[in-house]
């Protein structure tokens, strides 16, 4: 399995980006495509999951109501659509694709396969 995540630039606060990360390989309904985060200085943490055996879709407090997950499957691609950007979004994100669970959707141990980041900077 093989992920690529594109997408990032420069934005203003209140501005809009989509990333997408490309994947190949066997990624079957078992399958959970993540998209993480880490700021300078700062873990890794949870932004956005979608579970591809029942397309149930997960997202951080911090990001709910402003992102969106969504899957082309005919594209093998996932989407983060990032609206209402705000200064503590700038982050290196990340998409994965593992067997996460419903326990670990949300945990990067969750993920056995990792993408390259890409650099997401929200500033005026």
């Known amino acids: 399995v093989q992920l690529q995540a594109s997408g990032g630039g420069l934005v203003q606060p209140g501005g809009s980006l989509r990333l997408s990360c490309a994947t190949s390989?066997?990624?079957?309904?078992?399958?959970?495509l993540g998209w993480f985060r880490q700021a300078p200085g700062k873990e890794r943490e949870f932004v956005a999951a979608?579970?591809?055996?029942?397309?149930?879709?997960y997202y951080s407090d911090s990001v709910k109501g402003r992102f969106t997950i969504s899957r082309d499957s005919a594209k093998n691609s996932v989407y983060l659509q990032m609206n209402s950007l705000k200064p503590e979004d700038t982050a290196v994100y990340y998409c994965?694709?593992?067997?996460?669970?419903?326990?670990?959707?949300?945990?990067?141990?969750?993920?056995?396969?990792w993408g390259r980041g890409t650099l997401v900077t929200v500033s005026s």
């Open positions: 994965g694709a593992g067997r996460a669970i419903l326990s670990t959707v949300s945990r990067a141990l969750g993920y056995n396969y």
């Open positions: 390989g066997e990624i079957d309904w078992s399958y959970s």
């Open positions: 979608i579970r591809l055996r029942n397309s149930g879709t």
